[in-house]
């Protein structure tokens, strides 16, 4: 018996169910009856909020009284907030229930610091949406749905990927042609996103004829929406977003609710205690047209604009540069002040640090990123000595950089030319920098060196303006440079030479062979005196105590002292005095004693021969 009451029992439940869903009865009293104690609140009252309230924009370029926080939400009833709906001017029903209420209640406990960022933002994006719906002639509350996607983030991103303002899928963006891409996405874009949101809002409502199954379509997507008027039966045409209530997911469920109090609070937050935090300098824009490629440092930098206000003004841009070219040109937006200020310097932008960011577009194997972290003379290590040493290669191979590093601070002047460079023997990076009148970080950043260390007969690519009669002489006087420093050296063998030949000489030799060496024994005294003659080293960017010494072949100390420094701060364009060599006149007088002994043995010799002959 037991079991038979509760069959008929669930069999009874079955059939009224049953008749419900095919006879929805009265909407209207659906409307304002309906309840549901198991709301799920969007992404846009927890995430999207918290990131628009610590946003750059918030935290610098707006003020508020407070009122929310030093005032209480008064207690409002029931009819209130039905008159108050009521009122409003709109084309779309707004009715009221259990449900609306518990959002509006939510705006107004938990959500009154973000209420009143959202009044102050809309004083910015109202305007776009207005005209956006305005163009397509649609309901102007419909104003009111990036309240409820994004919290009027423009850089909100769901769970599922829809991204902007509107909460664009990527799919359904670029269907309504919107671009999205790495350095792209035009769902983040306010004027272009609101017009095509406007697109797709009149087609649904094309597709349905009611505001309420277009909004719940928007959410969803008219699948999700038809699939729910299936299962509720009866005419399709006579159903509207409350009849289908129970046969969406829960998350379209507080769609259309939640639009309502969202129309609702954006009129009546006064009634709550709400002030709107206000900017403290006028949001007037304008547009800029963009052919180039151009980073958003290169205009924060020369406009002197915030990087962040670029941001929050151009979400669309993904990555702070906006790809620019003679086929596609990209809207700048900008504050009404700088656009022109924009138009008149843009031959200044476009060439600020261009290096830095220019697009690379040739690559050869074996090349790697420019490691800028290390600047030239800033660790001895790094620094050429002027001899290349053997394992100076080997380690350019070792130290692949483990991420791409910033590319050089250099700028580049329009009207530089390109050269190829072809390393001399004992010639350092810096002697090329000299002569090509550019910066050490130039020359490695152009290729693509990680270290200061390069090799004789290797290429190097260089940008330089100094022209060729210039160049020429610079090179010359770099040659002669280094053949000076390498002159102790040669001097050594050269004061060798003579005690060689004299021991090998043979009596046939004439007296021009003599007059040879006593040129090349003054040849040597002189280099080897003005080797022990004080010099003045002028600092070039980049260099060191450390490569200055081992340069001039003495020690960091020995410069210390000789120029009264107490540390190794150096600046470049200042002149060091750097001291003699240590032991250069003693090596001067020790070869010079050493040639004359091998000429008074040499000396001796010949005349015993000729005394036994």
Known sequence: M??????????????????????????????????DNSIIYPESFEVDAQKMLESWYMRNYTDTDERYRTSTNPNTSDEMMRQRLA????????????????????????????????????IYYMPIFEQALEAEQLPQELKYLPVIESALNPNAVSRSGAGGLWQFMPASAKGYGLEVSSLVDERRDPYKSSRMACKLLHDLYDTYGDWSLAIAAYNCGPGNVNKAIRRAGGDPKKHDFWSIYSYLSPETRGYVPMFIAANYVMNYYKEHNISPVLPTRPLVTDTVGISSRVHFDQISKVLDIPKEELRILNPQFRADIIPGSAQHQYMLILPSQQAQAYIMSEP????????KYARRVNAAPGDLYVDETIEAGDDPLLASSGSNAGDDEEAVEDDLPSAPPARTNSSMNPSARTVTHTVAPNETINDIAERYRVKVADIRSWNSLRRNAVRPGQKLRIETTVAD????????????????????????????????????????????????KKNTRQQTARQTQKAA??????????????????????????LKRANNLKSDNIRAGETLKVPAKKGASASSSSKSSASKSSKSKSSKKSSSKRKRR
Do not use: C, W
């Open 348 to 355: 200044e932008i476009l060439a600020y640090e261009a290096a």
């Open 87 to 122: 009122d409003l001017h709109t084309v779309i029903d707004m009715p009221y229930n259990q449900i609306v209420r518990s959002y509006i209640d939510r705006y107004m406990e938990k959500g009154r610091p973000m209420v009143a960022s959202l009044l102050g933002l809309s």
């Open 533 to 558: 003659t004080p010099v003045n080293h002028e600092i070039k960017s980049g260099e060191s105590l450390s490569v200055i010494a081992r340069k001039h072949g003495v020690t960091v100390e020995e």
């Open 2 to 35: 037991k079991k038979r009451l509760i069959y008929i029992a669930l069999s009874l439940t079955s059939v009224g169910f049953s008749g419900f869903a095919k006879q929805p009865a009265n909407v209207l009293d659906l409307k304002e009856s309906i309840t």
């Open 469 to 516: 009669a210039q160049l020429a002489a610079n090179t010359k006087s770099s040659a002669q440079s280094r053949q000076v420093q390498s002159a102790p050296n040669n001097n050594s063998q050269a004061a060798a030479a003579p005690s060689s030949a004299s021991r090998q000489q043979k009596k046939a030799e004439t007296a021009s062979s003599s007059s040879t």
